[in-house]
């Protein structure tokens, strides 16, 4: 396991950040290209919109995501890391939802993001994350969602829709009860 420095850990115990990627084109230039912003709502990574697929390929064995979104249940997408903290605190809150849920109509898809393969193996046997892991997804998840810090948790309905990103904590139960209470 990798070391954290003692404000990620601090700032994750108190629950005030997520885990950030390196700094962008944008980070680095100060200034945001027009296109570039037009082209992210356009590409399905909001709430309403259609999702946005992309692949991981470990050990020789490709995941999509629409392996599992779009097949018809409600799919709780996790993009995490094993040396995230903030990813680490959520994931009791993603294993009860999963053990009180899971069935026909939703299952929880971690999604290892900048991580290790080997390290991201370890946590989910350390924490014991019993749902479907996408080993090895690296940027690809990231690139294809726009996301800039994890935990990313992302709700998708059955037909693919985004109903709900950003969710942490007690939102994540909410949004997933709510979600299945409107297709009973």
């Known amino acids: 396991m990798k070391k954290l420095p003692l404000s990620l850990i601090l700032a994750a115990t108190l629950g005030m950040v997520g885990c950030q990627k390196t700094k962008t084109a944008v980070a680095e230039t100060g200034t945001e290209d027009t ?3 037009e082209a992210t709502v356009e590409t399905g990574n909001q709430e309403g919109q259609m999702f946005v697929d992309f692949e991981a390929t470990y050990e020789g064995k490709t995941t999509k995501l629409s392996d ?4 018809g249940r409600y799919v709780l997408a996790d993009f995490w890391a094993s040396w995230c903290g903030p990813c680490r605190m959520e994931v009791p809150n993603l294993i009860a939802v999963h053990d009180k849920y899971a069935g026909d109509k939703f299952t929880v898809l971690g999604v290892a993001t900048w991580d290790e393969p080997a390290d991201t ?5 350390e924490l014991g994350i019993n749902y479907p892991q996408m ?3 690296q940027q690809a998840g990231s690139d294809a969602y726009d996301i800039e810090g994890i935990p990313e948790i992302i709700l998708f309905a059955p037909d693919g829709t985004i ?8 939102a994540i139960e909410k949004a997933v ?3 299945l209470a409107s297709c009973e």
């Open 135 to 137: 080993l090895n997804a």
């Open 35 to 37: 296109a570039v912003a």
């Open 177 to 179: 009860s709510e979600a």
């Open 121 to 125: 193996k370890a946590a989910v046997d």
């Open 68 to 71: 599992y979104v779009g097949k």
């Open 163 to 170: 109903l709900a990103r950003g969710l942490r904590g007690e």
